[in-house]
C-alpha cells in the first residue's frame, strides 16, 4: 500500500497568516492527488483534485502544487472558517489512502 | 442537489454481522463509481471498499473476505456488508460518490460500535 505522511501533523496560525501543509507518498502518485477538508463531527468535503484544481466553489486562497511524491496544500490568507483537519488522498493504486491529517487551529 | 444518506449503524458483538445502506439522490447513480470510508473516534480516515459502474469491486486489506459491497442502482442504492466483526471496525462509516479519483460527495456517516 501507499503510505501518504502528512506534515506538520497539527498547525497554529493566526488569521491572515499564510498556511502550509507537507504530503509526501511512498512511491510515485504522479499527480493523482487529492486534499480534503473536515470540520468536526463534519463529514470530509473535497477541496483540490488532481494536485492543485479547485472544486467548485471553493474559495481561491486555497490552492495546491507537486508531484510525483511531494505535494503541497496552502492557504494564502488563514481565515476563522479555515479551522479544521485536512487530509491528503492519493488514487494512483487500490488501495485508496489518505495522510494521517494536519489539524489546523487558530492562534 | 447531490444527497447520500447512509443508514444501518448500531451496537453489534464481536463476531457479528451488519448490513450498511447508502441512498443516493441527484445524480445519476448508475454513473458513478461508489465507495466507503470509515473513520475510528479521532483516527485517519480509513478507505474501505469500492464498486464500479460495471459491478467490479475493490477492498481495503483489513476487511478483504469480511466484508462485501454491493449496489442496486435500480433503487439508487450502495451497500456494505460487515461480517466477522472486530473491535477495530469500530468506526463512522462513509459513502462517497467518486469523480476521477476524487470523493466528491459524502454522506453524514452512519456508526458501526462492535463491543461486547
Known amino acids: 500500500d501507499i503510505l501518504m505522511t502528512q506534515s506538520p501533523s497539527s498547525l497554529s496560525a493566526s488569521v491572515g497568516d499564510r498556511v502550509t501543509i507537507s504530503c509526501q507518498a511512498s512511491?510515485?502518485?504522479?499527480?493523482?492527488l487529492n486534499w480534503y477538508q473536515q470540520k468536526p463531527g463534519r463529514a470530509p468535503k473535497l477541496l483540490i483534485y488532481?494536485?492543485?484544481t479547485l472544486e467548485t466553489g471553493v474559495p481561491s486562497r486555497f490552492g495546491g502544487s507537486g508531484s510525483g511524491t511531494d505535494f503541497t496544500f496552502t492557504i494564502t490568507s488563514l481565515q476563522p472558517e479555515d479551522i479544521a483537519t485536512y487530509y491528503c488522498?492519493?488514487?494512483?493504486?487500490?488501495?485508496?489512502?489518505f495522510g494521517q491529517g494536519t489539524k489546523l487551529e487558530i492562534k | 442537489e447531490v444527497q447520500l444518506v447512509e443508514s444501518g449503524g448500531d451496537l453489534v458483538r464481536p463476531g457479528g454481522s451488519l448490513r450498511l445502506s447508502c441512498v443516493a439522490s441527484?445524480?445519476?447513480?448508475?454513473?458513478?463509481?461508489m465507495h466507503w470510508v470509515r473513520q475510528g473516534s479521532g483516527k485517519r480516515l480509513e478507505w474501505v471498499a469500492g464498486?464500479?459502474?460495471?459491478?467490479?469491486?475493490e477492498y481495503a486489506d483489513s476487511v478483504k473476505g469480511r466484508f462485501t459491497v454491493s449496489r442496486e442502482n435500480a433503487k439508487n442504492s450502495l451497500y456494505l456488508q460487515l461480517n466477522s466483526l472486530t473491535a477495530g471496525d469500530t468506526a463512522v462509516y462513509y459513502c462517497?460518490?467518486?469523480?476521477?479519483?476524487?470523493?466528491?460527495?459524502w454522506g453524514q456517516g452512519t456508526l458501526v460500535t462492535v463491543s461486547a
Open positions: 464498486i464500479g459502474t460495471g459491478g467490479d469491486t
Open positions: 441527484g445524480f445519476t447513480f448508475s454513473g458513478h463509481d
Open positions: 488532481d494536485v492543485s
Open positions: 488522498q492519493q488514487y494512483a493504486t487500490f488501495p485508496y489512502t
Open positions: 462517497a460518490r467518486v469523480n476521477d479519483g476524487a470523493l466528491d460527495y
Open positions: 512511491q510515485d502518485i504522479y499527480n493523482y
